[in-house]
């Protein structure tokens, strides 16, 4: 007889009667659904990769043949071998770690930019060069590194930047010594310091050319309408002439051996002329200079307020003027200066007079009835005792 469900039913046997009632059978239950387990995913086999399972196997198989050969006295000789072959499979299954990026070892210097001049009289100076482009590209890490050697010093370190997104660098405020600071660099990193690159040259000088004119001496007098100063000064200096009465400037250059040459146009009269030397490091020294422009000799000018007198206006007064100047072109105040007239048929006439403030003399004369028609002459003389004599003539004509 078959269940409901499908299952063949059970006939249950009742026990022998005892005679006694039976209890009345309890109310049935309402039936409940049985619950529906819930649905399993299918798993793989759990455990140790099959790889993984074959290391340690091995692993054991090799520790036996360890505990065998101990017992034999040959340990020693396989130990080595058995652990190249767990390695060997270890690497196989396993995966390599990747290899950590290194710099390649540093081969080549920087190089430091030659200063346009060497000489200085800046106590710092700002040092700049560059590198190979195939380390700046690497420059995670780069460094410069700048040294510094003084005469028959070795180089010592002064510096040390790191190296910035271009191949150019600069550093700055670089301390100098008075002399010769002979600098070097090289570039450091993770693979090492290169070669020192090759040296530049700073010299640190503060101190003052000397400056000596020679030629012409202070005071000169000096003929034309320039003066050549020459003088002697430091080598490779500069040197600059400058002249306050017509503001004019000339510009030369002293040789190697400081000699130099300078041709400055003048102003009549008196010139103050400034000098000035400039060593290649920029210190300068100056010296002042007097200079007067003249003929380079004493002279007087004379001249009349008339050259032509006719015998029929006689008597009549004939006014003569003279201006005295040293070598140098100046007036010369206070000097006495001479006049002696010869007219024909009249004695000699002579008379002196004083220059002037402005070193002009004047000197009248009456030229007297009876000087007969001709030529006659004027002379002017005048001695001084530091720049000799001076003399000038001029001709007057009696006319009819």
Partial sequence: MMSRRGRPSQVRRRPPSSGRPRPASPAPRPSVAAPIPPRRVAEGPRGLPVAAKAVLGLSVVALGAVVLFTILGALPRIVSTVGGVVSGIAGAVLPAPSPSPKLAIISTSPVLDAPTQAATNQASVTVTGSVPVIISGQRAGIMIRLYVALPEKEPVQVREVPLGELPGFAIPDVALQPGRNDFSATVVGPGGESEASPIVTYVLDTTKPTLAISSPKNNAAVKGTSVTITGKTQGASTVSARNEANGRTAIGAADGTGSFQVVL????????????????????????????????????????SA????????????????????????????????????????????????????????????IPAGATPGKGTVNAFLTTPEYGNASDGIVIAITP
């Fill in 307 to 366: 050259y032509t007198i006719s015998a029929k206006q006689l008597p009549s007064m004939l006014n003569l003027r003279v201006v005295a100047t040293d070598p140098g072109g100046r007036r010369l105040p206070g000097r006495d200066i001479t006049f002696t007239l010869f007219i024909p048929n009249v004695p000699p006439i002579t008379g002196q007079q004083t220059a002037n403030a402005s070193g002009v003399a004047v000197f009248g004369t009456l």
């Fill in 265 to 304: 146009p003048l102003a009549d009269g008196t010139n103050a002329i400034s000098v000035t030397a400039t060593d290649p490091a920029g210190n300068a020294a100056t010296a002042i200079l007097t200079i007067r422009r003249g003929t380079g000799k004493l002279k007087i000018t004379l001249t009349a």
